[in-house]
């Protein structure tokens, strides 16, 4: 008895199709938290230009400390925001595909 080949990038495709908005959210969760460490150097590269004269903006002491504490509880929650969807997003495509599975 031979089993049907699947090929792997089809098999993705279909399980993206299946849950798209919680991909798309899961996705975008995931590169917010990748490119989120660029804010910080913004707010560092800001401090450091009021210093030096340089920038428009001036950021005191007590702002660059009130900015980076924000900065940390954004990212936190991000991060527990984006947890949390992953792990719904494998759950149900693992149980979608042992599902699938077993029904063969």
Do not use: C
């Not at 699947?6 to 993206?16: E, N, Q, Y």
């Not at 920038?55 to 900065?71: C, E, H, K, W």
């Amino acid at each position: 008895m031979t089993t049907p080949q699947v090929k792997p990038a089809k098999l993705g495709w279909r399980l993206i199709r299946n849950q798209p908005l919680r991909y798309a959210v899961n996705a975008s969760l995931w590169t917010l938290i990748w490119v989120m460490p660029i804010v910080i150097g913004f707010i560092i590269q800001a401090f450091f230009d009021g210093i030096a004269g340089t920038g428009n903006v001036t950021v005191g002491v007590d702002s660059l400390i009130a900015l980076m504490i924000a900065y940390g509880f954004a990212r936190l929650g991000v991060m527990a925001l984006g947890m949390w969807n992953e792990i719904h997003f494998m759950f149900r495509n693992g149980a979608l595909l042992r599902r699938t599975m077993l029904a063969r």
